[in-house]
T-cell receptor
Framework: GESVGLHLPTLSVQEGDNSIINCAYS??????FIWYKQESGKGPQFIID?????DKRQGQRVTVLLNKTVKHLSLQIAATQPGDSAVYFC????????????FGPGTRLSVLP | DTGVSQDPRHKITKRGQNVTFRCDPI?????LYWYRQTLGQGPEFLTY????????KSRLLSDRFSAERPKGSFSTLEIQRTEQGDSAMYLC???????????FGPGTRLTVL
């Protein structure tokens, strides 16, 4: 299949541990953020989103934290599983609904058995 | 499978040739997006349709690129006089109304020789 992100920063975690993936975004005017997961040979898959009027949002096994002061976004994955191995991207949107999203460079997550 | 399909999955062409890609979004989705992704990078926004209207184009979309969505359903992306720098994965995504979750297709991998 297609290889995504051959030279990306890599985070290796032990199966069952928690993972934290970080992202610095660029525009202080951005008010909507999404985390995507991309597996080899596939398009990005929505994981979780957050608006700028929130600083934390939880999903199933995932939590997104937003720090607007330092323009930082993080994705926490609880009890990481082998199926979580993928490249993770954060994306920011500068105000318009679902239009121009700017993606970060991505982080490869490798889950060790 | 997200329900968004793209055709072809792979395209190899010689420099100077024209290529056309097709995207079939999820049927009830009124918004359709095209992105370009190169190895090691996140997707870059190219253009966006709401129904048949092309509402936004990135400066990345040079005059060699044209996109259409004639009946507000499927969309085509044409690249004329391809250059080696056009080699990339071309991703299509769709969404419905103000729901910002974009569903991505598997992409078309273009290689320009």
């Amino acid at each position: 299949g297609e290889s995504v992100g051959l030279h990306l920063p890599t985070l290796s975690v032990q199966e069952g541990d928690n993972s934290i993936i970080n992202c610095a975004y660029s525009n202080s005017a951005s008010d909507y953020f999404i985390w995507y997961k991309q597996e080899s040979g596939k398009g990005p898959q929505f994981i979780i989103d957050i608006r700028s009027n929130m600083d934390k949002r939880q999903g199933q096994r995932v939590t997104v934290l937003l720090n607007k002061t330092v323009k930082h976004l993080s994705l926490q994955i609880a009890a990481t599983q082998p199926g979580d191995s993928a490249v993770y991207f954060c994306a920011e949107n500068m105000g318009n609904y679902g239009q121009n999203f700017v993606f970060g460079p991505g982080t490869r997550l490798s889950v060790l058995p | 499978d997200t329900g968004v399909s793209q055709d072809p999955r792979h395209k190899i062409t010689k420099r100077g040739q024209n290529v056309t890609f097709r995207c079939d979004p999820i049927s009830e989705h009124n918004r359709l997006y095209w992105y370009r992704q190169t190895l090691g990078q996140g997707p870059e926004f190219l253009t966006y349709f709401q129904n048949e209207a092309q509402l936004e184009k990135s400066r990345l979309l040079s005059d060699r690129f044209s996109a259409e969505r004639p009946k507000g359903s499927f969309s085509t992306l044409e690249i004329q006089r391809t250059e080696q720098g056009d080699s990339a994965m071309y991703l299509c995504a769709s969404s419905f109304g103000l729901d910002n979750e974009q569903f991505f297709g598997p992409g078309t991998r273009l290689t320009v020789l």
